[in-house]
């Protein structure tokens, strides 16, 4: 699945920074599901590895994209 969203950005402390779409996490969702690295994923969606690492390990995103929030982090979507 290619990424063609439009990239809005907001500068924060002086920084361009993009921010997430929802096309953007769901397509995060689908690639680590299907055993893509974390490089590959970052090159996919035109993001650091940085950038999905603290994607992945963000609290609102697991809120957003899973019934199981408080149960814990462990085994999210299987990712």
Do not use: C
């Amino acid at each position: 699945m290619k990424n063609t969203n439009y990239q809005k950005t907001i500068t924060l402390y002086g920084k361009e920074v993009k921010l997430w779409s929802k096309q953007e996490d769901l397509e995060l969702i689908e690639l680590r599901r299907a055993g893509a690295e974390i490089e590959e994923v970052a090159e996919q969606l035109n993001r650091t590895p940085k950038a999905i690492n603290k994607r992945l390990n963000n609290r609102h995103f697991y809120k957003t994209y899973t019934d199981n929030y408080k149960k814990g982090y462990s085994n999210f979507l299987d990712l």
